[in-house]
């Protein structure tokens, strides 16, 4: 089946630091891949994507890179902000399927 | 600009009670998605529904029921709320041919 897995664990680190968080997947098709922010409170919000292989997807200083041979898509960000503190989710769909499929999430707290 | 909108942003219930969740969006969009989120489990998918009155069963359906008797709207039903159900409820559509998860701003119930 479908599944993504992310690294376990929040994460805590200083303002201006550089954040990875990694996100690998396992997929019958060829998915679309995607990270999502959620603020507190709030519900879900689309942060970036990538469609196929070796795309690169960005968005408010955040990246992440489609790769296919090490089947991965992990999000990083050259210096954060007290404002990207949220939970971060990776997620796909198989175009056709219909279904995304979620990683548990992480905490991110960045520290003034 | 898509929009899905969530009934209420906060619920508390009393076990046994039956209770109503709406979900309603202001396209045409065929896909629509009810997941509860929980610390530590990421988003778990409950039910789904691809057209009028289809539906079909997510990850865990049980205690949970679904109605969507017309297009914009998909009802989430907990016939008898148990405090297990406590949790954060999201919405959500394909939207894009399909491709990509748009998200309400989540219910938070609380079930005493």
């Known amino acids: 089946g479908n599944s993504v897995t992310q690294m376990e664990g929040p994460v805590t680190l200083s303002e201006e630091a550089f954040l990875t968080i990694n996100c690998t997947y396992t997929a019958t098709g060829y998915p679309s891949l995607f990270w999502y922010v959620q603020y507190p409170g709030e ?3 689309l942060l970036l994507k990538a469609t196929k292989a070796d795309d690169k997807g960005s968005n408010k200083g955040f990246e992440a890179t489609y790769r296919k041979e090490t089947t991965s898509f992990h999000l990083e960000k050259g210096s954060v902000q ?3 503190s949220a939970v971060y989710f990776c997620a796909l769909i198989i175009y056709g399927n219909n279904r995304l499929a979620f990683g548990k999430g992480n905490q991110v707290v960045v520290i003034p | 600009d898509v929009k899905v ?15 109503f969740l709406e979900c309603v969006q202001d396209m045409d969009h065929e896909n629509m998605f009810w997941y509860r989120q929980d610390p530590g489990l990421g988003l ?13 069963k997510g990850d865990i359906p049980e205690g949970y029921s679904v109605s969507r008797e017309k297009k914009e709207r998909f009802s989430l039903i907990l016939e008898s709320a148990s405090t297990n159900q406590t949790s954060m409820y999201l919405c959500a559509i394909l939207v894009r041919g399909n491709t990509e998860a748009f998200f309400g701003q989540g219910t938070r119930l609380t079930v005493v």
Not at chain 2, 5 to 19: A, D, F, H, I, P
């Open chain 2, 44 to 56: 778990r998918l409950i039910y789904f529904s691809y057209d009028v009155k289809m539906k079909e």
């Open chain 2, 5 to 19: 909108t969530q009934s209420s942003r906060y619920l508390v219930k009393r076990t046994g009670e039956k209770v």
């Open chain 1, 43 to 45: 519900g879900l919000q």
């Open chain 1, 82 to 84: 007290v404002s990207d």
